[in-house]
Structure formats: C-alpha cells, structure tokens
C-alpha cells in the first residue's frame, strides 16, 4: 500500500464501542469517530437492511417527477414521528454541509419570495462550525481557520455574533439593520468549535430576538440531533423551536452519508401551493438516496426499540458527575463540561492534546479525539456501558499528568 503523508492509524475493523487497528490495538471509540458511531459499529442489522434496498433498488434520481419507496418513507416518518417542530417538511442532502448550504439558501429565497429582497445577511455564533460548502465557510466560527481559505468570506453578507451574550447579540443586530438580516444559525450546542452549551437564556433570546426582528433561526443538529443530549434533538432539551432545523451525523450513525433539513409551515408552505410562484430548486446527486434512507429507517428503529435515548440520559448523568467530580480536578485539566454524550475536557497550559490521546490509548485502550492541541473531544456511543464510561473518566483524569510536556 502507498504512503500517505502524516502520522496515520489504519482502521481495518468495528465492532461495537470499538474499533480495532492493523496493528492489533482494540479501541474504545470515546469520540464515536467524528460525532456519529451512535449506535456502535458493525450492526449487522443495519447491513441487513442496506444490503436488502441494494438487492431491490440501490437508487434512483429524486429529480424530474421520480421518487423512491424509502425516500418517501423515511420523508414522512421523520416529519410525523421525529420532528423538532410540528407541521415540518424534509429536504435530504448527502450530509451536515449540504444541510447548511440547503438552510441559508432557503432562508434567502423566503425572504426574496416576500419581496424583502435586501434581507440577506445570514448570521452565526462565534466558534460555530457549519460544514465547509461556501456557506458554511463564510459562517465558520472560528477567523484562524476561515484564513486557511483565502481569508474574509466566501459569501458576501455572511457574518459573526457573540457566542453567549444575548445583548450584545441585539446590538450587532440592530448594528447591521434587521432589515438586512435573513436569518441566525446556531448550534445549540456547539460542537466541533469547543462543546459550548448555551449560556442560560441565550437560546430563548434568539428566538425572541428573531420574532421581534422578523428573522429566521435556524438550528444545526448536525452533532445534537437524534439522541446525543438524551431527547430527539437539542431543540427539546433546551425547549426552544427553531424555523429550520438542519441534520445528518446521527441519522444514518456513519453507515451511509446523508443529511437534510426540516422545514417550517411558514417557510414550506407557498411552495406547495398548486401553482408556486417560486420553486425550490436545490439537489444533489444523492438526494433522497434509496439505500442511503433504509439505512436511516433502520437506525431510527434501532434508536427506538433499543431505547437508546433513556440509555443516553443515564449515561450522560455518569459522564457529567465523573467529569465534575474527577476530571476537572485532575492535575493537567482546566475545566470540563458536558450535555448528554457530548463532552469537552480543556487542559491546562503547556499540555498538549495530541500527547494526552496517545496516553489514553496506551494506558486505558481509549481512542479520544484531540480538539486542537488544547482540548479532548467526548462523543460516547450511545451503546456503551457504565464500565466504559467509567474507564473513560479514569483515562481522562489520569492522562494529562502523564502525558509529555509540550514543547
């Protein structure tokens, strides 16, 4: 086999919370890869059922009049059954950046249908991730990174609020004019840019802000959604309803790319009239992707009979106690915090991240993403066992100090 470039771990098997190396190594998947091993990997469930819509019907186009049983299917369970609002449609992308890149489309084109043709500007809260399409680009959270491409934003009338202060979110509102601004997008729990839950009130003072200024607010599940907090989606735990909602990660668990957005009646319903002035026109390859949404069927069954969700809840109460009690205690550890089975440890100064994840994988067989060289990410799969979330928690209290200095 070639080289690649860079330090590489080759991942040749899944089985469960674990993932097992070429080299023999057998690790807890504590970060359930990038935020979406929910249910564990190899259910042979799940491949029963992909492999059961590849013998039928692998795909076909959801473009020109065409459709598929299971799009259709997933389509209505999702709106009937799961959704974060009622009365919801669905749009399907092939993942989290087709989401976003379908939301702050959309929130233009409403406003555009309205005629208030100058509403454009789409808003995001500093460090938010939302893929990285041209939109989600020019909303990254983060100004380091958004250097890496050039800098400024790829997409004009795009810009930055304040994480947790709702205040002086209504000042840089007022700043930029209401009636310029299409609409907000925020994680309710950011993810990748440092799980930050909200500070208390500030996802209230959105929804207030954006029905006192007439915007949108749009709500990225991509990591929250399907179970991660303990609910179906971060919208309940917090109890504040979004106007779009985007999705992906947890609806297939990494068995098949695909992502999409629910839709208000707001929002949906002039482009269901009989004669729509305005027609939606947005779409990938693999929108609606017949095998793509059995496998999301069967996940949602497995969510559902398996009870994983109250499984999260339990779990997530161990993970925040042995977080609050132990890790953040530890030496080498700044703060730690977590909702649900989602997590972040901050180390201290002078420790690196990278150095503490190799620790943990030696000494406790735990495999934990590094955020940067200051921070480990926690995703549990919604599978794992108190023991391994206990083993988890000692791994993390005792890596920092073990862990080599960084230079």
């Known amino acids: ?43 042979a469930r799940v491949v029963e059922a992909a492999a059961d819509q590849m ?24 709106s009937e059954r799961h959704a974060p609002f009622p009365d919801s449609k669905v749009l399907f992308g092939a993942g989290g950046s087709d989401a976003a890149e379908l939301a702050f489309k959309l929130a233009r084109l409403h406003w ?23 939109f989600g680009t020019s909303l990254y959270g983060n100004n380091d ?64 802000l954006c029905d006192e200024f007439d915007m949108l ?44 957005l629910f839709v208000s009646r707001k929002i949906w319903e002039p482009f269901w009239s009989e004669d729509p002035e305005f027609i939606y026109h947005f779409g990938v390859t693999y929108s609606g992707h017949a095998t793509g949404c059995a496998v999301a069927l069967k996940v949602l069954d497995i969510l559902e009979e398996d009870r994983l969700l109250p499984r999260v809840k339990h779990l997530g109460t161990r993970l925040a106690n042995g977080l609050r009690e132990q890790v953040a205690a530890a030496p080498g550890v700044k703060t730690a915090r977590s909702v649900g089975l989602i997590g972040i440890v901050e180390l201290s100064d002078g420790i690196d991240a990278r150095a503490v994840s190799l620790v943990m994988r030696s000494s406790h067989g735990v495999l934990a993403r590094p955020l940067g060289t200051t921070a480990i990410a926690l995703a549990p799969p919604f599978i794992s066992t108190e023991a391994e979330i206990e083993n988890l928690i000692d791994a993390l209290s005792t890596a920092p100090a073990s862990a080599p200095a960084s230079s």
């Open 1 to 43: 086999m070639g080289l690649v470039q860079g330090m590489q771990t080759m991942v040749v098997k899944g089985e469960g919370a674990y993932i097992l190396t070429e080299e023999g190594s057998r690790l807890y998947d504590a970060s359930a890869t990038l935020w979406y091993a929910n249910i564990g990997h190899g259910d």
């Open 55 to 78: 013998r039928e019907l692998e795909t076909f186009q959801t473009w020109g009049g065409f459709l598929n049983p299971r799009a259709a299917e997933l389509a209505d369970r999702l």
């Open 112 to 134: 555009q249908r309205k005629g208030a043709h100058e509403k454009r500007t789409i808003l995001s809260r500093e460090n938010a991730y939302h893929g990285l399409h041209a």
């Open 145 to 208: 990174m958004r250097s890496l491409y050039g800098g400024g934003n790829l997409i004009p009338d795009t810009g930055l609020i304040s994480r947790d202060d709702i205040e002086a979110v209504r000042r840089q509102v007022l700043e930029i004019g209401p009636e310029r601004i299409a609409a907000i997008a925020a994680e309710p729990v950011i993810g990748s840019g440092g799980v930050h839950p909200p500070a208390d009130g500030y996802l209230e003072g959105l929804r207030a």
């Open 217 to 260: 607010l749009i709500f990225d599940e991509v990591i929250s959604g399907f179970g991660r907090t303990g609910e179906w989606f971060a919208s309940d735990h917090f109890g504040v309803q979004p106007d779009m909602t985007m999705f992906a990660k947890g609806i297939t668990c990494g068995y098949f790319p695909l992502g999409g």
